[in-house]
């Protein structure tokens, strides 16, 4: 329907892209956003391998949730272990939540 009505209006195929397909896109994109950037925090795995939970040389793989798992189970100290992740959580919880605000900004939903 929207790209019948452009292509009567004459728009090519450059201004149907940008103009129809891109901002029906955007939740997706959104939410797609979000996920990756909750994943991003949590990079635990490739690093443990990589460096044999060690954190590697000079701490070159030394990422927060390696350094959380490294005080909670190497250190046995679960109380800074569980401290740093509800640090993490906040973290998390504030990009999130700045995600959504922006949003209003630039996703469409088609009401």
């Known amino acids: 329907m929207y790209y019948e009505a452009a ?29 990756q950037i909750i994943h991003a925090f949590q990079s635990f795995t490739q690093a443990f391998v990589v460096s044999g939970g060690s954190g590697g040389p ?8 390696l350094y959380l798992y490294d005080r909670g189970f190497g250190n046995f100290d679960m109380g800074y272990a569980s ?17 959504f605000f922006a949003s209003k900004y ?6």
Do not use: E, H, K, Q
Request: proline content about 3%; charged content about 10%; glycine content about 6%.
């Open 7 to 35: 292509a009567v209006d004459g728009a090519g195929t450059l201004r149907r892209f940008f103009g129809i397909t891109l901002p029906l896109l955007t939740p997706i994109v959104f939410f797609n956003l979000v996920l």
């Open 58 to 65: 000079s701490d070159s793989t030394m990422f927060f949730t």
């Open 83 to 99: 401290a740093m992740a509800w640090f993490l959580l906040v973290i998390i919880g504030v990009f999130t939540a700045a995600n």
């Open 106 to 111: 630039w996703v469409f939903y088609d009401d």
